[in-house]
């Protein structure tokens, strides 16, 4: 799991203010995920990628966007369109298909508004 | 829509003794049934997972089993140990996706 790293740890933004996530894995996996994490809700799917140039909305994806320009770059930019986004942030990746194998997840990032 | 329960939300067990979370599945075309673990302040890792064309898998003090025509699997821990206090969270594919339930917090009394 030391292969996916996640920076910032912390981060703090103002209301309006777009922010990104960085997501890199050195693990050579094809399939990339953001999940958002709120106490009490479980893992809820952001994005998707399953190959370089290639992204699919998630369940919640609507004021975030990605990109996915580099196999080992995932990143996730909140928008403020994005209601309510003072959450912890995980991004994953496995070898393929995510939905049929281990998923490895990063440190996280916690995104406060201010 | 695609949902994934899981229960109980929060559960202790006295240290030695055994705990069991359950969690149930609305896509009947699910066929993988991960578990994850996150202890306090790191990231979830996978302990255990199943595929539907088993029943029941163990992995030296836990255990997942299946049950396809309820569509419903848990976890099952015994021994439990200080080190096993932490959340779950289950899995299940669906929609190409991994939906994940909400947690359980299990916390290991010694």
């Known amino acids: 799991d030391g292969g996916i790293t996640q920076s910032p740890k912390y981060l703090f933004r103002k209301e309006g203010q777009n922010v990104t996530l960085s997501c890199e894995q050195n693990?050579?996996?094809?399939?990339m995920y953001w999940y958002r994490q709120d106490p009490g809700q479980g893992l809820r799917l952001i994005y998707y990628s399953q190959i370089v140039n290639d992204f699919q909305k998630g369940d919640i994806a609507e004021g975030y966007s990605v990109s996915r320009e580099k196999k080992e770059s995932f990143p996730l930019t909140v928008t403020s369109a994005q209601k309510n986004p003072t959450a912890f942030y995980l991004c994953?990746?496995?070898?393929?298909?995510?939905?049929?194998?281990?998923?490895?997840f990063g440190p996280g990032t916690r995104l406060t508004v201010l | 829509g695609e949902n994934v329960e899981q229960h109980p939300s929060t559960l202790s067990v006295q240290e030695g003794d055994s705990a069991v979370i359950k969690c149930t599945y609305s896509d009947s075309a699910s066929n993988y049934f991960p578990w994850y673990k996150q202890e306090l302040g790191k990231r979830p890792q996978l302990i255990i997972d199943i595929r539907s064309n088993v029943g029941e898998k163990k992995d030296q003090r836990i255990a997942v089993t299946l049950n396809k025509t309820a569509k419903h699997f848990s976890l099952h821990i015994t021994e439990t140990q200080p080190e096993d206090s932490a959340v779950y969270f289950c899995a299940a594919n669906m929609d190409e996706k991994l939906t994940f339930g909400t947690g359980t917090r299990l916390t290991i009394i010694p």
């Open positions: 693990l050579n996996h094809d399939a």
């Open positions: 994953a990746s496995s070898i393929t298909r995510g939905e049929e194998d281990e998923q490895f």
